[in-house]
């Protein structure tokens, strides 16, 4: 994903960008709530900051997880150590 088409979905509208979170993942929306609020809880209160990590993490999670397609499927437990395991690779305060 190159920085211009990254910026362009971190700008979209709150609709927009939970739609392309669930097409593009398979998220659905009480799993996009539950990593938006994880991040907002560890003080990223800035919404394109807080986007910007979303993104970072599910694309994060597809390479950690070994997809071949972006679809995720967390398990019971997954969501929160996987991320964990993200801010611990990528620096992010915990």
């Not at 800035?46 to 398990?75: C, P």
Request: with cysteine.
């Amino acid at each position: 994903m190159t920085m211009e088409e990254k910026h362009s979905i971190i700008n979209l509208p709150d609709l927009l960008f939970v739609q392309y979170c669930t097409e593009t993942f398979g998220l659905n929306r009480g799993v996009y709530n539950t990593i938006d609020k994880w991040f907002y809880m560890k003080n990223v209160k800035d919404i394109k900051a807080r986007r910007e990590r979303i993104l970072d993490f599910l694309l994060f999670s597809v390479n950690y997880m070994n997809k071949e397609e972006n679809r995720l499927k967390f398990g019971k437990g997954n969501l929160v150590n996987l991320l964990v395991a993200y801010s611990e690779r990528r620096a992010v305060p915990v």
